[in-house]
């Protein structure tokens, strides 16, 4: 009996023989189901018919035979086709849809920007708090040498005489006694310089106050930019090794990728050549003068023949380049070089007036905390006009204020404002805007930043698994799928629900049990599947099972097959391992030609009101 089996899946076409023809008379009723050993054995199931038939024309039967065979084989380039442009998509999406998105580092391209903006602010406020102090050095100067000498001649003054205020002489002051001409002149020369030192007093005091503001102004800064850098550095040692580690896999992926391709080109090439063997050998049978060694010239080598099989694996798409600091972080001694000592107003500046204590030794330490996942700088130096926001606990970062926002069920958020008015820590509040573009409208604001976090995923996704677009998926103990054609040509018309449906399998006694297993947080699940009974069942079973629990069972007793729609309802994970496992079984005894089994339209749906 004829066994001429066939599965489009994984393209390769290589093996089993099983007898096509025993008699003459049975040709007909042979199966035209082609299998992935299909192609090998038809070409020596010609060759038997070319043999049988040598000295007598060959029967209708046999005509049909190879009329279905041309039929089959057409059939099967047709599909060739379509899974050859599916690989060829699936490698188009590699170059067009990239996993790895610019996105990760852009945000820490955003943490540099802040984070170099903070350092040019603070190295212009310390520039000019530098120039502050040259304007107070030169007007306090002479205020300062003006008491030295008023000093001097005050010590010279004959004070023990006594004096009294009188307005009828120069100055106001009426001697009393008796002094030497030189003494009233020395007397009358000090209040008038004691006028002289209350105007550069306060010119003083004029410069004097500018000064020590720039110096308080700049020690926020100070703290503002290497807050900024801290924050810069954190962000890049996680999204920077993500991102690293993304394009690695990336790069696997495709290179994986196109390895399948390339064996499943090479066996599309070889089906291909088989198949034109088989179209020449059927066409030379149905002549009037056959001579199969007109079909012995085809070349059989598939790397030679069939350029329209042919796909280019693409370019892996180039790295997103992640903005490393290329120093240590705040707190080293190799950070506070480059950015304090050596820069041209370290040796004037100070963190408080009247102290010589350099900048560089004021240096905040860098502790780098991680950012809870998903969370990230939007826009630095501004807050959101949202309608209402929500004040929550004081915190020494922003990661810590991500964590705080997260667990009250947040998602933006501003951190700053504390250090900027005297506070030991910085504020921390939940912004009610519905974006991270602030439709609200943004405020400028240097104390600020706005922070977003990813919206939390839903706990448990009501579809775990759904064949329902018609594309089948791999995944099982056993990956074979393919069509079904019976034996019967009447069954073409009289069961057209089974013919040429695409299912897991079919498969025959060689397999009788496949299974898979889906992570669940559920705790009821809805099971839809649809099984088929193939040709003349003779009334085995078969059955499905959910974690070792027989939920179906049906005896098919058929000629010409059957299908069965069926769904369950149940406890996703009876026994507690987080996963559902369904597992189908068939108990047929015989090979394909007679019987056999499949299933399809898998969907596997969990109840999230009842999960965590």
């Known amino acids: 009996m004829t066994h001429l089996e066939h599965s489009v899946h994984g393209e390769m076409l290589d093996g089993d023989h099983c007898s096509l023809l025993q008699s003459p008379g049975r040709q007909a009723e042979a199966s035209l189901s082609v299998s992935h050993q299909g192609l090998t054995g038809m070409r020596a199931h010609l060759l038997q018919i070319a043999a049988a038939g040598k000295d007598q024309p060959l029967s209708d039967g046999t005509k049909d035979i190879l009329n279905m065979f041309l039929q089959h084989a057409k059939k099967l380039d047709e599909e060739m086709m379509i899974t050859h442009g599916s690989d060829r998509d699936m490698l188009g999406d590699f170059a067009s849809h990239p996993t790895c998105t610019a996105s990760d580092a852009t945000i820490v391209a955003n943490y540099h920007s802040s984070a170099s903006s903070s350092e040019e602010l603070h190295s212009d406020c310390r520039a000019a708090e530098v120039v502050l102090k040259a304007s107070m050095d030169a007007n306090c100067s002479p205020f300062k040498s003006h008491g030295d000498a008023m000093n001097a001649m005050q010590s010279e003054c004959p004070w023990n005489v006594p004096m009294v205020i009188s307005d009828s002489v120069p100055f106001g002051v009426e001697v009393v006694g008796k002094f030497s001409e030189e003494s009233v002149k020395k007397i009358q020369q000090l209040l008038a310089d004691m006028s002289t030192a209350n105007t550069l007093r306060e010119q003083c005091e004029g410069s004097f106050t500018p000064y020590k503001n720039k110096v308080t102004d700049c020690k926020q800064k100070q703290l503002n930019f290497e807050i900024a850098s801290c924050q810069w550095h954190s962000q890049a040692s996680t999204t920077c090794s993500t991102l690293d580690t993304c394009h690695s896999v990336e790069k696997l992926n495709l290179a994986k990728a196109c390895e399948r391709v390339a064996n499943n080109v090479k066996a599309r090439k070889a089906q291909q050549i088989a198949m034109t063997q088989i179209e020449c050998m059927v066409t030379e049978l149905l002549s009037a003068s ?52 050596q820069q041209p107003w370290i040796s004037e500046a100070t963190n408080e007036v009247g102290k010589e204590t350099s900048v560089a030794n004021e240096i905040q330490q860098c502790v780098l905390t991680a950012a809870p996942a998903g969370c990230s700088l939007i826009k630095a130096n501004a807050w959101c006009t949202s309608s209402a926001d929500t004040r929550l606990l004081d915190t020494d970062s922003w990661q810590q204020c991500a964590e705080i926002v997260l667990q009250n069920g947040g998602v933006r958020f501003v951190y700053g404002g504390g250090f900027a008015h005297g506070y030991t820590n910085q504020r921390c509040y939940i912004e009610h805007t519905t974006s991270d573009e602030c439709t609200e409208g943004w405020v400028h604001d240097e104390t600020w930043d706005f922070y977003s976090c990813a919206e939390p995923a839903p706990l448990c996704a009501p579809e775990i698994f759904s064949e329902l677009d018609g594309v089948l998926k791999d995944g099982w103990s056993d990956d074979t799928w393919g069509t079904w054609t019976p034996r019967h040509k009447e069954i073409h018309t009289s069961n057209p629900q089974i013919i040429d449906k695409m299912m897991h399998g079919p498969w025959d006694e060689s397999l009788r049990t496949i299974e898979r297993a889906w992570a669940v947080t559920g705790t009821q699940c809805t099971v839809a599947w649809t099984s088929y009974g193939l040709d003349s069942r003779d009334n085995e079973a078969d059955r499905v099972f959910v974690n070792g629990v027989e939920i179906w069972q049906q005896k098919i007793k058929s000629q010409v097959g059957k299908l069965f729609d069926q769904t369950w309802t149940g406890d996703c994970d009876s026994d507690g391992d987080g996963k559902i496992t369904v597992k189908w079984t068939s108990d047929i005894d015989q090979g394909l030609h007679d019987e056999g089994w499949g299933f399809n339209n898998v969907v596997i749906t969990q109840d999230c009101s009842t999960g965590p």
């Open 290 to 341: 056959a001579d199969l060694s007109n079909c012995d010239d085809t070349d059989t080598d598939p790397d030679d023949k069939g350029s329209k099989w042919d796909i280019t694996c693409p370019e892996a798409a180039a790295d997103h380049e992640c903005d490393r600091p290329l120093t240590s972080a705040p707190g080293t001694a190799e950070w506070a070089d480059k950015f304090y000592k």
